[in-house]
């Protein structure tokens, strides 16, 4: 089988975009066992937690800091993803994970997510460098305009961190500052079939809408950084411990373990 390998016109599109879009990043075979095991993780929902949107529906995620021999751990620490991540933040070699999350937007109440940069949250742990942070979102259930898709402001990672402050119990970016970007770039809805990846900048805006549809929307959200990107207002170690890269037929072909307690989930 081929795997996924970023060329070079994709970084030129990520610096410029601040976001590039991979169509089939995992086979139907791997898609199918990542999304037979998240439906029926029974540590990933004793383990979900949920946030209010600002209307108060509900939004349900499972978080985690340390990824293990499980299959979003092999997903995360995959060939095709940390020499793709690595070569979109200036290629070191050091690629470390900060977090992963299942997110779980359930039909008919999966709440929003406001306009925010993954940064508006993570400057309040004091990473200092937002060009070496990345997230990659992979696509468990196809993701569509109708159960709520990420929406995108292309280009508006090279804004510079927005203000953010508190919007339910999200964080969201400013009002202000979200519509002159809307004013002066273009707004893309993020429609992904199962197993198809959204690469994206620490700083590019981005939001979505509840999900209203009988379908769920569900997604793997990996987030990266560099070991020379040390937080300085953050108790998880992960984010300065460099990977340990598995091949990618690692998650089809090894024995796989339940995602456990190794993790370390957040709270
Ligand atoms: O999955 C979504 O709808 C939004 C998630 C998001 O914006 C985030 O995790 O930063």
Same mark, same amino acid.
């Given at each position: 089988?081929?795997?996924?390998?970023?060329?070079?016109?994709?970084?030129?599109?990520?610096?410029?975009?601040?976001?590039?879009?991979?169509?089939?990043?995992?086979?139907?075979?791997?898609?199918?066992?990542?999304?037979?095991?998240?439906?029926?993780?029974?540590?990933?929902?004793?383990?979900?937690?949920?946030?209010?949107?600002?209307?108060?529906?509900?939004?349900?995620?499972? #978080?985690?800091?340390? $990824?293990?021999?499980? %299959?979003?751990? =092999?997903? +995360?620490?995959?060939?095709?993803?940390? @020499?793709?991540?690595?070569?979109?933040?200036?290629?070191?070699?050091?690629?470390?994970?900060?977090?992963?999350?299942?997110?779980?937007?359930?039909?008919?109440?999966?709440?929003?997510?406001?306009?925010?940069?993954?940064?508006?949250?993570?400057?309040?742990? #004091?990473?200092?460098? $937002?060009?070496?942070? %990345?997230?990659? =979102?992979? +696509?468990?259930?196809?993701?569509?305009? @109708?159960?709520?898709?990420?929406?995108?402001?292309?280009?508006?990672?090279?804004?510079?961190?927005?203000?953010?402050?508190?919007?339910?119990?999200?964080?969201?970016?400013?009002?202000?500052?979200?519509?002159?970007?809307?004013?002066?770039?273009?707004?893309?809805?993020?429609?992904?079939?199962?197993?198809?990846?959204?690469?994206?900048?620490?700083?590019?805006?981005?939001?979505?809408?509840?999900?209203?549809?009988?379908?769920?929307?569900?997604?793997?959200?990996?987030?990266?950084?560099?070991?020379?990107?040390?937080?300085?207002?953050?108790?998880?170690?992960?984010?300065?411990?460099?990977?340990?890269?598995?091949?990618?037929?690692?998650?089809?072909?090894?024995?796989?373990?339940?995602?456990?307690?190794?993790?370390?989930?957040?709270?």
């Amino acid at each position: 089988m081929s795997y996924f390998k970023l060329n070079r016109k994709e970084i030129t599109n990520y610096k410029k975009d601040g976001y590039i879009i991979v169509r089939g990043f995992l086979s139907k075979e791997e898609v199918a066992k990542l999304s037979k095991t998240a439906f029926g993780d029974e540590n990933i929902k004793n383990h979900a937690f949920e946030l209010n949107d600002k209307t108060g529906k509900k939004t349900r995620l499972t #978080e985690w800091y340390n $990824p293990q021999n499980d %299959i979003y751990g =092999m997903l +995360a620490r995959s060939k095709r993803m940390i @020499e793709s991540v690595d070569k979109l933040m200036d290629g070191d070699g050091k690629v470390c994970h900060f977090h992963s999350k299942l997110m779980q937007k359930q039909p008919k109440v999966g709440g929003a997510w406001e306009w925010h940069q993954d940064y508006g949250y993570w400057y309040k742990n #004091e990473f200092l460098f $937002p060009d070496q942070m %990345i997230s990659v =979102m992979i +696509a468990i259930t196809d993701a569509t305009k @109708e159960n709520g898709c990420l929406q995108v402001i292309k280009g508006s990672h090279k804004m510079g961190r927005v203000e953010h402050g508190l919007s339910g119990e999200q964080t969201g970016a400013s009002e202000h500052y979200v519509d002159l970007a809307l004013k002066t770039m273009d707004l893309v809805y993020v429609e992904l079939k199962a197993g198809d990846a959204l690469l994206f900048h620490s700083n590019l805006l981005h939001r979505s809408n509840a999900n209203l549809s009988n379908k769920p929307r569900w997604s793997l959200i990996s987030c990266y950084n560099r070991s020379s990107n040390a937080p300085y207002n953050e108790s998880s170690k992960s984010s300065t411990v460099p990977l340990k890269m598995v091949p990618d037929e690692a998650m089809l072909e090894w024995e796989l373990h339940d995602i456990n307690e190794a993790a370390d989930f957040a709270k």
